[in-house]
C-alpha cells in the first residue's frame, strides 16, 4: 500500500514538473517571438528609409547578436516566418521586403537557448527537491497509518480462516487509536459469538472443522436450516412412506446417484427394498441380520476402511448408513460411489445426511409403529388380510366412488371345502397352515387394485375393482379355484390337497348396495356348495327367488 502511494506521489510530481517545464518554454518561446518579431520589424523599416543598404546591412552584420542578413529574391511570404534550429543554436527570422524577395535575418540564439536550458534544469532540480521532501513527509506520516491498514488486511486473513485471536496494535493517539481500540473490541466480540454458534451448530451436525470456517457456517446454518423445514414437513405426513419418499428425494439432491433404501420391520424379521437407484451390490434383502450395518448399528464407511463389509459384491466404494433402528422400523441406506471426485463430494455432505437421517428416525418410527397398531385393529392376524372391522370402513366408500365413474365390480365368497374335517384330522395347527396357504393364493391371484378380506373362518371375501365385464370376474374366480385344487400342502409330515366353493355377485349389475352384494356373492356361494362344491356360480334373480330373500 505504502509503495503504491509513494510511486503515486512520484508521478504526480514528474506529471507536473513536465507541464511546468512546457509552460516555461512556452513562455520563453513566445516572448522571444516577440523580440525577434521587433527587431526583424525594425531592420525592415530602417531598410526600407535608407538609401546606402549595402553599408548598413554591413553594419547590422557586425552586430554581436545577428550572425547574417541577406535579400532572397524570387521568394514571397505574407507574415514573419521565425525557426529555431537547436543545432546551430540560431534563430532564422524570414519577413516580405518587397515584390522582388523577402529579408532572411540569422541570429544567434546562443545566450536563448543556455537560458531555456538552465530554466528547465532549476524546475527539474526543484521538482526533485520537493518530491524527496514530499516522500520523507508523507513516509513520515503515513506509514503509522498504513501499517494499521496492513496489520487489518493480516487480521482479516485470519478471520477467514477462523482465527480471531490477531489484535492489531498502534503508537498513534486520537481518532487513529480509537478505531484501532474499536476493531480489537469488534474482534472479540466476533470471536465470542462465532465460538458459540460453531459450538451448536456442531453438536446438531458432525462435521469436522474446513479450511474456510466461515464459508462453512453459513452453509452449514442453511443446511441446518433446511432439515428443520424438512422436520416439520415429515411431521404432518401421514404415512411413513410419504416421509421415505422425501428421504428419497433429499438423497437425489445431494447428487447421489447410486444408492438403495431398504426398510427392515423388526416385529415381522423381514426386509423390504423400498428405493434403488443402481445396483445394490449386497444380499442384504435376503440376509439382513448379517448386515454389519444392521447388526452394530453404525456406520460402515469403505472410504475409511478398505473392504470393511465382506458382504459388498460390487468394486466401488459404499457408505451404509442405519437409522430409526431403536423399535420396530431400521432403515439402512447404502450409498455407492467410484468417481474420486464423488467421494470427495459425498464426505462433504455425508455430516448433512446424517442429520437428515437423524431426523427422519424418530418420527419414522412413530409413523410405522401407528401403521402396525392401525393393521393390527384391520388386519387378520393369521393371514394377513384385511378383517371385517376394515370391510365395514371402506365398503361405503368403495360403492360410491364406482358409482361415480360408472364401474363395475366383482364381490367372489369364497368358502374352503370340508375344512373341519382338517381341523379334526389334523389339528388346528394344520388348519391354520391351510388358511395361510389359502390366502396367499388369494393375495398372488389377484391385482394390488383388489381387495382380499377374510370374512370370518374359513370364508373368504374378494372385491375386484373396476372390472370390464362379469367374464373378468369369472375367469379371476376360476384361477382362483385352480390354484387351490392343484396346490399341495404340507402340513408336518403329510400332505393335502383342498378345493374352494365361490360365489360371484357384480355390482351394479346384481345389486346397488355393498351388503346386497355380498349377500347375493354368499347365496351364490351357498349355491355351489349345495350343487357338489368345487365350483363358481354366478349370482341370478332366480337364486333370490328360491333362497326367499329380500333386501
Not at 540560431?90 to 515584390?99: E, L, N, R
Not at 521532501?133 to 491498514?149: G, R
Not at 434383502?285 to 447388526?295: I, Q, W
Not at 378345493?499 to 355380498?518: A, L, N, Q
Request: proline share 2%.
Amino acid at each position: 500500500m505504502k509503495k503504491k502511494i509513494l510511486i503515486i506521489i512520484a508521478l504526480i510530481m514528474i506529471i507536473s514538473t513536465i507541464i511546468r517545464t512546457a509552460i516555461v518554454s512556452f513562455s520563453f518561446l513566445n516572448f522571444s517571438n516577440q523580440l525577434i518579431e521587433n527587431q526583424t520589424l525594425l531592420i525592415k523599416e530602417i531598410l526600407e528609409e535608407t538609401n546606402d543598404k549595402e553599408k548598413f546591412l554591413q553594419i547590422i552584420k557586425n552586430s554581436h547578436h545577428i550572425n547574417d542578413i541577406k535579400f532572397i529574391p524570387d521568394q514571397k511570404t505574407e507574415n514573419i516566418k521565425i525557426e529555431y534550429n537547436f543545432k546551430t543554436q540560431t534563430i532564422i527570422s524570414v519577413a516580405p521586403f518587397d515584390d522582388n524577395g523577402v529579408l532572411q535575418i540569422t541570429f544567434s540564439g546562443v545566450d536563448y537557448f543556455s537560458k531555456l536550458q538552465s530554466a528547465i534544469l532549476q524546475l527539474i532540480a526543484i521538482a526533485i527537491t520537493s518530491l524527496i521532501i514530499i516522500i520523507l513527509i508523507v513516509n513520515y506520516y503515513l506509514t503509522p497509518y498504513l501499517e494499521i491498514l496492513e496489520k487489518i488486511k493480516q487480521s482479516t486473513e485470519e478471520i477467514l480462516k477462523g482465527n480471531f485471536n490477531q489484535k492489531i496494535e498502534t503508537k498513534l493517539k486520537g481518532e487513529a487509536k480509537e478505531f484501532v481500540d474499536s476493531y480489537n473490541n469488534f474482534l472479540t466480540k466476533m470471536k465470542n459469538s462465532f465460538g458459540v454458534i460453531e459450538e451448536k451448530y456442531t453438536a446438531l451436525i458432525e462435521k469436522e472443522k474446513s479450511k474456510d470456517p466461515l464459508n462453512d457456517a453459513k452453509e452449514t446454518i442453511e443446511q441446518l436450516a433446511n432439515i428443520f423445514q424438512f422436520k416439520r414437513l415429515i411431521e404432518d405426513d401421514a404415512t411413513s412412506n410419504s416421509i421415505l419418499n422425501r428421504l428419497i428425494d433429499i438423497i437425489k439432491g445431494f447428487n447421489i446417484n447410486h444408492f438403495a433404501l431398504v426398510g427392515i420391520d423388526n416385529s415381522e424379521r423381514n426386509a423390504l427394498l423400498i428405493y434403488s437407484q443402481g445396483d445394490i451390490c449386497c444380499n442384504l434383502l435376503e440376509n439382513f441380520e448379517s448386515c454389519r450395518a444392521y447388526r452394530l448399528n453404525k456406520e460402515i464407511n469403505s472410504l475409511k476402511f478398505k473392504k470393511i463389509c465382506e458382504f459388498h459384491t460390487c468394486k466401488n466404494e459404499y457408505i451404509c448408513l442405519p437409522f430409526s433402528s431403536g423399535g420396530n422400523f431400521t432403515g439402512i441406506l447404502k450409498i455407492m460411489t467410484d468417481k474420486e471426485k464423488d467421494q470427495e463430494l459425498l464426505q462433504q455432505n455425508l455430516p448433512y445426511i446424517k442429520a437428515y437421517l437423524n431426523e427422519v428416525s424418530a418420527v419414522i418410527e412413530a409413523k410405522y409403529t401407528l401403521e402396525i397398531l392401525h393393521n393390527q385393529t384391520i388386519k387378520d392376524p393369521l393371514t394377513g388380510l384385511f378383517n371385517r372391522r376394515y370391510l365395514e370402513n371402506i365398503l361405503p366408500t368403495l360403492i360410491a366412488a364406482a358409482q361415480r365413474r360408472g364401474e363395475k365390480m366383482a364381490f367372489l365368497m369364497i368358502d374352503m371345502d370340508y375344512f373341519k374335517k382338517v381341523n379334526d384330522s389334523y389339528g388346528h395347527e394344520a388348519g391354520d397352515i391351510v388358511l395361510k396357504t389359502l390366502s396367499n393364493i388369494l393375495k398372488y391371484s389377484i391385482r394390488k387394485s383388489d381387495i382380499a378380506i377374510r370374512y370370518g373362518g374359513e370364508e373368504f371375501l374378494i372385491i375386484l375393482q373396476n372390472i370390464k365385464s362379469i367374464d373378468d370376474a369369472v375367469k379371476v374366480a376360476e384361477k382362483i379355484r385352480e390354484n387351490v385344487q392343484n396346490s399341495i400342502i404340507d402340513i408336518g409330515e403329510n400332505s393335502i390337497k383342498k378345493t374352494v366353493s365361490i360365489g360371484i355377485s357384480i355390482f351394479p349389475d346384481h345389486c346397488m348396495k355393498g351388503w346386497e352384494c355380498i349377500k347375493y356373492a354368499d347365496i351364490a356361494l351357498y349355491e355351489a356348495k349345495r350343487t357338489g362344491r368345487n365350483k363358481v356360480i354366478l349370482f341370478n334373480k332366480q337364486l333370490k327367488k328360491e333362497t326367499n330373500y329380500n333386501a
